[in-house]
C-alpha cells in the first residue's frame, strides 16, 4: 500500500474538509483522517453565516446543503438579561443565514471531498506526529488498533479547538507545560416545542456566559450554551440544572425555553481559551480552523473562518507544491501563510476579545445593548468587523492567485 501523499489532513470539519476539497480539485494526492464516523454530531450553535454559501458554492456543496432544507435566519437578536433586544440583520453579511445540523452540514462537506478524489479515512485518529529534525513528515494513525505511517510533503492540523497534532509535538518546548484548567464550558441539545421567533437567531445574555437558540432543519431549534466552569460544577454537571439555574436568569430565555422538550443526547465540553495560536507551528505543519485561531462563538462565524482558512492554506500550498516536490524548503510557505493569517484574521479576532468582556459581564452587555441599539451604522461596522476586515481580504486574495 503506498502511504505517501502530498498533503495530509487531520480533521474533517469544515476547515479540513475545505482545504481538501480545493486541493484534490486541482489534482494534489490529499488524505483526509478523521477520528469519528460521519455523520456525527457536534457541539455548534449551528448558525451558518451568509458569506458560508460563497464558500460552498466554491467548494460544489450549495445545492446539497440546500437540498437538506435548512432554516433561512434573517436576523440575529442579542437580548440583555432584562429582555432589552439588539438586532443584527443577516442581510449586513450578504442574505439570509442558514440554520443546518453539523451532522448534514459536515456529512455533505466530507463526501464531496470524497467525490472530488480525497482519500478519506474515518475512523482514524492521529496517534503521533512524525518529526525529523524540526520537521514534520507526516503522521502516524491508529486504525483499528492498528498503527501505521503515513508520509507527506505538508501535514494540516484541522482537529479543532484540541490542536491534536500540535500539542503531540515533541520540538515545541510550550507543550511540555501543564494545559490550564477550563474556566467554561459548553453545552448543547436539539429541542422542540420552543417560542424562539422564526428565522431569527436568539442569543441570551446572563452571569459568566451566553447562549444562542435558532431553527435548524426539520423545525427543530439548536440551544447551545455557554456557563462557567465553576457554576457547572455547583449544578453537577447536570445540563437541565444548568439550563434553569444559570440561563434562565436571562428572562427572553426562560419565555423561549420554558415549555421546550430535548429531543437529543446532551452535548458537553469545555473551553480553554479563545484567539489565535500559531498559524504555523513547525515547518512541513500548518493550522487551519479552530487550530489556528478560536473565535467567539457569539460572532457565529467560526465556520466562516473555517472554510476561508482552509482554502487559504490550500492555494499557497497549491503555489508552492511544485518546490516543496524538488525537496526545497517549506519556510516560504509557512512565512506567507501566517503573514497572509494574520492580515486576514487578526482585527476580527480583537474586535471579538473585546466585545466577549461585554458578553460575559451582564451590567456591560446590557449597556452595550443599549449603546449600540441606539445607532445602526454603529451596529453595521461593530458586526462586520467581527467578520472581516473587507480591504485586508481582498488584498490578501488579491495577492493569492490561484494556479
Ligand atoms: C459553544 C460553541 C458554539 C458555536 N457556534 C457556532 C455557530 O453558531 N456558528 C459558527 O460559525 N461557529 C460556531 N462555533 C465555532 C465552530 O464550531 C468552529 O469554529 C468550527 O467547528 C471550526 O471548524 P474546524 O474544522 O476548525 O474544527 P471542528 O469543526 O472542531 O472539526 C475538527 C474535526 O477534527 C476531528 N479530530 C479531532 N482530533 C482528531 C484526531 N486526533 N485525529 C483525527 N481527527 C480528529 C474531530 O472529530 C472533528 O471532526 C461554535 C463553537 C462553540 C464552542
Same mark, same amino acid.
Given at each position: 500500500m503506498n502511504n505517501t501523499y502530498d498533503v495530509i489532513i487531520a480533521g474533517a470539519g469544515p476547515a479540513g474538509s475545505s482545504a481538501a476539497i480545493h486541493l484534490a480539485n486541482h489534482d494534489v494526492r490529499v488524505l483526509l483522517v478523521e477520528q469519528k464516523k460521519f455523520p456525527r454530531a457536534k457541539l455548534?450553535?449551528?448558525?451558518?453565516?451568509? %458569506?458560508c454559501l460563497k464558500h460552498f458554492e466554491r467548494l460544489g456543496v450549495k445545492g446539497t446543503m440546500i437540498s437538506a432544507s435548512p432554516a433561512v435566519l434573517t436576523e440575529t437578536v442579542f437580548y440583555s438579561r432584562t429582555g432589552h433586544g439588539l438586532t443584527v440583520p443577516s442581510k449586513w453579511f450578504g442574505g439570509g443565514a442558514l440554520g443546518l445540523s453539523r451532522a448534514v452540514m459536515d456529512n455533505n462537506l466530507l463526501q464531496r471531498a470524497a467525490d472530488a478524489g480525497v482519500t478519506v479515512m474515518e475512523n482514524a485518529s492521529v496517534a503521533e506526529v512524525i518529526e525529523e529534525k524540526n520537521q514534520v513528515r507526516g503522521v502516524r494513525l491508529n486504525v483499528d488498533e492498528v498503527e501505521r505511517e503515513y508520509e507527506a510533503l505538508v501535514t494540516i492540523d484541522?482537529?479543532?479547538?484540541?490542536?491534536a497534532l500540535t500539542r503531540r509535538?515533541?520540538?515545541?518546548?510550550?507543550?511540555a507545560a501543564p494545559r490550564p484548567k477550563a474556566k467554561l464550558v459548553a453545552f448543547k441539545a436539539h429541542l422542540e416545542k420552543?417560542?424562539?421567533? %422564526?428565522g431569527v437567531c436568539e442569543i441570551y445574555s446572563y452571569p459568566g456566559g451566553y447562549g444562542g437558540l435558532s431553527t435548524i432543519e426539520g423545525g427543530v431549534s439548536n440551544l447551545c450554551f455557554i456557563t462557567a466552569a465553576r457554576d457547572v460544577r455547583r449544578c453537577q454537571s447536570n445540563p437541565e440544572v444548568v439550563l434553569r439555574e444559570i440561563?434562565?436568569?436571562?428572562r427572553r430565555a426562560a419565555y423561549a425555553l420554558e415549555a421546550a422538550t430535548i429531543c437529543s443526547e446532551w452535548l458537553s465540553v469545555s473551553l480553554e481559551s479563545f484567539g489565535r495560536q500559531?498559524?504555523?507551528?513547525?515547518?512541513g505543519l500548518l493550522a487551519v480552523g479552530d487550530s489556528a485561531a478560536f473565535i467567539d462563538p457569539f460572532t457565529g462565524s467560526g465556520m466562516l473562518m473555517a472554510l476561508e482558512s482552509g482554502e487559504l492554506a490550500s492555494q499557497l500550498i497549491l503555489r508552492h507544491l511544485p518546490s516543496l516536490r524538488k525537496n526545497l524548503s517549506f519556510t516560504t510557505l509557512a512565512t506567507e501563510y501566517s503573514q497572509d493569517y494574520r492580515r486576514r484574521f487578526d482585527a476580527r479576532l480583537r474586535i471579538s476579545s473585546v466585545l466577549r468582556r461585554l458578553a460575559y459581564t451582564p451590567f456591560l452587555a446590557e449597556i452595550g445593548i443599549v449603546l449600540f441599539g441606539a445607532s445602526e451604522r454603529l451596529r453595521n461596522r461593530i458586526a462586520r468587523a467581527t467578520r472581516s476586515d473587507s480591504k485586508g481580504d481582498q488584498s490578501s486574495l488579491e495577492r493569492v492567485k490561484w494556479i
Open positions: 455548534c450553535g449551528e448558525f451558518i453565516s451568509p %458569506e484541522a482537529t479543532g479547538r484540541t490542536r509535538l515533541k520540538s515545541l518546548p510550550q507543550n420552543t417560542k424562539v421567533a %422564526e440561563v434562565f436568569r436571562n500559531s498559524p504555523s507551528p513547525l515547518n
